[in-house]
């Protein structure tokens, strides 16, 4: 049963920590996307990816966040330092690039900031 | 700028009773509208894809439809299963396949 798998699936930590994020994509998919989900501002897209290159990183705060993609069964998503407004569940997607708009989602990291 | 709006944010129904859920689009070029599902602690989960005006897709008790300016997902007959909160979204959010997800709504179906 291929899916997107995240870890780690709760991080709380303290305000000014480095919190790292990752992803593994399901095999053979050649888009992988970075989201945020909050209450107040919903999901929100960050950076993605296309065959490893990074596409668009124009969602994410540029002095704090960083995006990656090491190889193809890896992405990471880093915070440094993170902030109390970095709460939020940080969701990983991947697609075939074949029918544009069905993603699958990974179950998501819930990430608290103190 | 390319927005997706949903209405309504909230909406209890009898188990039972159908309704209809609203996705209104201002995205330039649409590429496609996509409808998902999420239930609580999970991702979204994708349900449908429409493309053009008239288009229609079909999924057990629910139904997407596309205008040229909205969507909407009409749930027939609902069961407690069916809630959960429901996505729309459209191509447009940060390049050529990033995708643009309005707030959703969340669903609720009383037994």
């Known amino acids: ?114 | 700028e390319d927005q997706v709006t949903q209405s309504p944010e909230a909406l209890r129904l009898q188990e039972g009773e159908s309704s209809s859920l609203n996705c209104s689009y201002t995205v330039s070029g649409l590429r496609g509208l996509f409808w998902y599902r999420q239930d609580p602690g999970k991702g979204p989960e994708f349900l449908f894809t429409l493309y053009s005006a008239g288009e229609e897709k079909e999924k057990e008790r629910l139904k997407a439809t596309l205008t040229k300016k909205e969507s909407f997902l009409h749930i027939t007959a609902p069961k407690p299963e069916d809630s959960a909160t429901y996505l729309c979204a459209a191509p447009g959010g940060g390049g050529a396949d990033g995708l643009t997800f309005g707030k959703g709504t969340h669903l609720i179906i009383q037994p």
Not at chain 1, 49 to 61: E, Q, T, V
């Open chain 1, 1 to 114: 049963d291929a899916r997107v798998t995240q870890t780690p699936r709760h991080k709380v930590t303290e305000m000014g920590q480095e919190v790292t994020m990752r992803c593994q994509p399901i095999l053979g998919h050649n888009t992988v996307f970075w989201y945020r989900q909050t209450m107040m501002q919903g999901l929100e897209l960050l950076a993605y990816f296309r065959n490893r290159a990074p596409l668009d990183d124009s969602g994410m705060p540029k002095d704090r966040f960083s995006a990656e993609m090491p190889d193809a069964t890896l992405a990471t998503l880093k915070i440094q330092p993170s902030e109390p407004r970095d709460s939020a569940v940080y969701f990983c997607a991947s697609g075939s690039g074949q029918v544009t708009g069905e993603l699958f989602f990974g179950e998501g990291s819930r990430l608290t900031v103190l």
